[in-house]
């Protein structure tokens, strides 16, 4: 588990409980299937901006299949030759030669080539960009969405910080060696970062673990075992208030701004071992740039609330979620949308995937999961917050080349048609065959050339100011 505390497994009986058939895993992986479901029909749908693309072929009959397509250029062409001879076009009655000229020319302008390039072309060029950058785009509509996010959320451990927790304190109500000795006996079994740097700890001292019976994870809280006929108890402040076991308020003020881990034995607390997670410089960088951007930034974090809200003054972050359990997350995504927020989500773990899904762009960041991957829209193959804000601006710049395509491209069918046609003939104006060729060539060329100019596209200046954290419900 990533947040807060907790997913354990560890115990060949444990293996078989936590595997693929573990009510928790179970739970999470229907939510995923079911907001799949809920979004089949739009993810199936073909992107806005080719929509657009095939409406403006439709009006000049460019979108319809062979040979329908042809035969409808055929049509525009005879109706040209047809009327040739009308006087505001020819001058005079049956001018069949400049009329068969005006169906030819109008013929060859009207090929859609650019049309046909103006979109296709940016995808393709996009999609290789984003891949040298380290952007694989899994969902071409959400990286569409994109350019539309106003607000980011970050799952805090592991992609704000580096996820390598160390302990810093001790703070023992029983000899501190039986302390370690407990704890370590029932983290060992566990697979989460903070267990294991507790583990780490203890075994540094010549601690050597203890063989445990009835081990089991409690979600979002923390880890339970028997050790020599003792319950044990180690989790976070959920776990407190579910065994309903009290805490000196000096001793939290004590703690404030780190992950505390309490161990609880027999029903009272033994102790509290305090650790630090150390913020990655590159996050700093990352929601500067996102604020710079206009976005407003958020933090999810199972953690307490000292501890969420020392990582967001670090990182001058405007608003969090704090001690979130795992099947909340999903639930604070589906509240900033009903705000009328568009949202990405950016998180690395299991139970990151149905926030990953409720969101309008889930971005899976480093390594990650098998879930989390299959449930994010785009994946981040470094493990890197900057290219959240990189992939944003990217998808502006691509939905901004392909509109300037469209435009050019449909403008210049609007424009080049008519002349073709003859419509200025009457003031001297009269493109042949041979000039309407290279006007289509000429429209081609340019959306290509104003497609490649992407390739030299760099992320904006990453400058920005700090805003002050509030706590969010």
């Known amino acids: 588990m990533k947040h807060g505390y907790v997913e354990a497994s560890g115990l060949d009986a444990a293996h078989a409980r936590h595997g693929a058939g573990h009510p928790t895993l179970h739970r999470r992986a229907g939510h995923v299937e079911e907001f799949k479901r809920r979004f089949l029909v739009s993810l199936l749908l073909t992107l806005p901006i080719l929509l657009f693309s095939e409406t403006v072929q439709g009006w ?83 990286f569409e969405a994109a350019r539309m996010v106003n607000a980011v959320v970050f799952d805090k451990t592991g992609t ?90 000096e001793l939290l003020d004590r703690l404030r701004g780190r992950t505390a881990v309490f161990v ?15 913020v990655r410089s590159e996050s700093l960088e990352a929601v500067r740039r996102l604020k710079e951007m206009g976005i407003k930034v958020y933090m999810l974090t199972g953690d307490s609330e000292e501890a969420a809200r020392a990582v967001a003054e670090e990182l001058g972050i405007d608003d969090y979620f ?24 950016v998180g690395d773990g299991v139970n990151d995937a149905p926030a990953l899904v409720t969101a309008d762009v889930g971005i899976e960041i480093g390594a990650g999961t098998d879930v989390a991957v299959e449930s994010a829209d785009i994946i981040l193959v470094r493990n890197d917050p900057r290219d959240v804000p990189k992939l944003i601006e990217l998808s502006r710049k691509v939905y901004s080349k392909m509109v300037q395509n469209l435009w050019w491209a449909a ?40 497609s490649q100019t992407l390739r030299r596209w ?7 100011g700090r805003a002050s954290p509030s706590p969010l419900g």
Request: hydrophobic share 50%; net charge neutral.
């Open 60 to 142: 000049l009959g460019f979108s319809l299949e062979f040979p329908r397509r042809e035969l409808v250029m055929l049509a525009l062409s005879a109706a040209v030759y047809l009327y040739g001879g009308w006087p505001f076009l020819a001058g005079s009655l049956g001018e069949p030669d400049f009329a068969f000229e005006r169906a030819v020319t109008v013929m060859v302008i009207a090929c859609p080539h650019a049309l046909g390039l103006a979109i296709p072309l940016v995808v393709a060029l996009s999609t290789s960009i984003a891949a040298r950058m380290g952007v694989l785009i899994r969902d071409r509509r959400a």
């Open 160 to 249: 704000l910080t580096e996820g390598r927790f160390g302990v810093s304190e001790v703070v023992a109500l029983i000899p501190e060696r039986e302390l370690l000795e407990l704890a370590a006996s029932v983290e060992v079994n566990s697979e989460h970062v903070i267990a294991r740097a507790i583990v780490e700890y203890a075994e540094e001292r010549g601690v050597t673990p203890l063989k445990v019976e009835e081990f089991r994870s409690l979600p979002g809280k923390g880890v339970y075992a028997r050790v020599n006929g003792r319950d044990v108890y180690v989790g976070g402040p959920n776990l407190l208030r579910d065994l309903r076991v009290e805490v000196d308020g």
């Open 264 to 278: 609880v034995v027999d029903g009272k607390l033994a102790g509290v071992i305090a650790l630090s997670d150390r």
């Open 322 to 345: 704090a001690q979130v359990l795992p099947h909340e997350k999903a639930e604070k995504i589906r509240l900033l949308r009903e705000r009328r927020l568009k949202v990405a989500m």
């Open 411 to 450: 403008g210049y069918n609007v424009m080049a048609i008519p002349l073709a046609a003859g419509a200025l003939r009457w003031a001297g104006i009269v493109i042949n065959p041979a000039v309407g060729a290279l006007l289509m060539s000429i429209s081609t060329v340019i959306v290509a050339v104003n």
């Open 458 to 464: 760099l992320p904006g200046p990453r400058v920005g």
